[in-house]
T-cell receptor, first 109, second 114 residues
Framework: GQNIDQPTEMTATEGAIVQINCTYQ??????LFWYQQHAGEAPTFLSY??LDGLEEKGRFSSFLSRSKGYSYLLLKELQMKDSASYLC??????????WGAGTKLIIKP | IAGITQAPTSQILAAGRRMTLRCTQD?????MYWYRQDLGLGLRLIHY???????GKGEVPDGYSVSRANTDDFPLTLASAVPSQTSVYFC?????????????FGPGTRLTVL
């Protein structure tokens, strides 16, 4: 079957760095997405990886290893506004997104 | 530009009633999607439409129907609501179904079926 695994919750300190891991298993693979979702709001796109390696975008970076079925989202210089859920999603061979349950990130001052 | 709008924002519905959730986008996107989001679960695709006039079933289509009469609108209908359909419903759209085209989400509809 198709499956996405990510931690349920993580806690980090303002100004620090946090890495959110995601493992995936899908029938076919057309890329790995990360979305941010603040409580009570819609998910918003953060990053897309289809090739192995690290993609950097400001304070956020995303990494993909296709051979390991593994990705991570790295958030640097954490700010209180980064408190949100981070959703990992893999696109399968039918170009449909398979979503993880999300990782709730709590930032403490 | 509003992006994607959904209506209503929230609704409490008696079991057995019919309900249509509305979704409109003004980005001229070809593809549209309906997801439900439940606590502890990932977003699950209910139905999708690759282009106006076509629809397809997602992971959890039972009890739901959709139509895509034009590019902008993609309503989701619950013919006879049941309590297990209590959820937050998100509509999304993308320029196409290509992986490189980002899905943009509406603000969601919180539905409670009693």
């Amino acid at each position: 079957g198709q499956n996405i695994d990510q931690p349920t919750e993580m806690t980090a300190t303002e100004g620090a760095i946090v890495q959110i891991n995601c493992t995936y298993q899908t029938s076919g693979f057309n890329g790995l997405f990360w979305y941010q979702q603040h409580a009570g709001e819609a998910p918003t796109f953060l990053s897309y990886n289809v090739l192995d390696g690290l993609e950097e975008k400001g304070r956020f970076s995303s990494f993909l290893s296709r051979s390991k079925g593994y990705s991570y989202l790295l958030l640097k210089e954490l700010q209180m506004k980064d408190s949100a859920s981070y959703l990992c999603a893999a696109m399968d061979s039918n170009y449909q997104l398979i979503w993880g349950a999300g990782t709730k990130l709590i930032i403490k001052p | 530009i509003a992006g994607i709008t959904q209506a209503p924002t929230s609704q409490i519905l008696a079991a057995g009633r019919r309900m249509t959730l509305r979704c409109t986008q003004d980005m001229r996107h070809n593809a549209m999607y309906w997801y439900r989001q439940d606590l502890g679960l990932g977003l699950r695709l209910i139905h999708y439409s690759n282009t106006a006039g076509t629809t397809g079933k997602g992971e959890v289509p039972d009890g739901y129907s959709v139509s895509r009469a034009n590019t902008d609108d993609f309503p989701l209908t619950l013919a006879s609501a049941v309590p297990s359909q209590t959820s937050v419903y998100f509509c999304a759209s993308s320029d196409s179904t290509a992986a490189t085209d980002t899905q943009y989400f509406g603000p969601g509809t919180r539905l409670t079926v009693l």
